[in-house]
């Protein structure tokens, strides 16, 4: 398989270069342009904040913690202009928002650890661990995004910043694409939420007892570090009593 795929980290992407490919080469006279979202994560407005439908990329990472309306818009509005104006040779638009309202991976820790917290999952089997780096289901998550997540990625957006510009404020506002409209903190609290409808299926009312438990499982954790930090100090303190006092000192 490596052979055939050469440098691509996996058929994934091999497949979508593969298929950029056959259309530069075989539909040069046909009007195209190619969209290309840098991740697929849950809706922002349309149809409703957060919906989303699969547990891949980021979506698994927050699912794992506790137990994107944009390409859409996008895609009817490059159709629309290549359609409309027939610009020369195929344009492709880099859906992404590094370079205008960017993303870290650890403003998405500790922003989905808090939403999590106070919207959490029902019938956790412990506090919520949003750590990248202890969480065990996270950390196998992680890995399977190893290739995109560790190296430092550069899109150019001038086509997809054109393209909004070019259309009238009434499109703009109908068909928005404009990433540096969203607000990341409220968008990941709408993201968690539909994580908990969408696809763990968690009623609604099932919130405040879903934070009851979570409250109990904090102190519970609070209380149990308390117990062994009490239970270590005392052994060292009949360890040192046990020793000459030369020796303790």
């Known amino acids: 398989m490596n052979g055939l795929i050469g440098n691509k980290p996996n058929t ?10 056959i259309l ?9 342009c190619i969209v290309r979202p840098s991740i697929v994560t849950a809706t922002w407005k349309e149809p409703v904040a957060g919906w989303v439908d699969n547990v891949n990329g980021p979506t698994g990472l927050i699912a794992a913690c506790g137990k994107g309306i944009f390409p859409v818009n996008l895609i009817l509005s490059a159709a629309w202009y290549t359609a409309e104006h027939k610009p020369e040779g195929i344009k492709v638009y880099n859906c992404c928002t590094g370079t205008q309202n960017p993303l870290l991976w650890g403003d998405l820790e500790n922003w989905g650890f808090k939403h999590l917290v106070s919207n959490p999952l029902s019938d956790v089997l412990w506090y919520p661990a949003a750590s990248f780096k202890t969480n065990k289901k996270i950390t196998k998550a992680v890995q399977s995004l190893q290739y995109f997540t560790v190296n430092q990625w550069q899109f150019n ?21 404009n990433v540096r409209e969203v607000n990341w903190p409220t968008y990941i609290g709408k993201y968690c939420l539909g994580l908990r409808k969408y696809i763990m299926k968690d009623d609604h009312s099932t919130l405040p007892a879903a934070r009851k438990h979570v409250r109990k499982a904090i102190m519970f954790r609070c209380e149990t570090a308390r117990q062994l930090w009490s239970f270590m100090f005392g052994m060292v303190l009949r360890m040192a009593r046990m020793l000459p006092i030369g020796e303790a000192i």
């Open 12 to 21: 994934y992407t091999y497949t979508k270069a593969l298929a950029e490919h």
């Open 24 to 32: 530069t080469v075989e539909a040069t006279s046909l009007p195209l």
């Open 157 to 177: 957006t001038d086509n997809m910043v054109a393209l909004y510009e070019f259309l009238s404020p009434e499109d703009q506002r109908m068909f928005s694409f």
